[in-house]
């Protein structure tokens, strides 16, 4: 799934005394994120999020509650994925079946 965090909305209402509504500039900062649970629903293993910045400064001194992946155009590529599937879920599946 992908999120643009920073877009807004591409319609807006406008009041009787405006005719138009002022021009914005649309923001395309996005992050990718990977989910995934089990076929019931009752064990949900930790997501992968992706973003552009190898170390965020807003997450400077921040242990990240999901996994984190840098990408330079946000998208999640083979080797993020193969990184993911094996170091990441199948240690939880392991755990979960055990």
């Avoid at 990977?34 to 930790?46: D, V």
């Amino acid at each position: 799934m992908g999120l643009y965090w920073k877009l807004l909305p591409d319609k807006t209402f406008v009041s009787n005394a405006e005719k138009t509504a002022p021009g914005r500039k649309m923001e395309k900062q996005r992050l990718t994120f990977l989910a995934c649970t089990n076929a019931t629903g009752t064990y949900k293993f930790k997501p992968l999020v992706i973003g552009k910045a190898a170390k965020s400064r807003s997450f400077k001194n921040f242990k990240y509650p999901v996994g984190y992946e840098h990408s330079k155009s946000d998208w999640i590529t083979a080797t993020i994925f193969k990184n993911w599937f094996h170091y990441s879920l199948v240690p939880q599946v392991t755990f979960y079946c055990l």
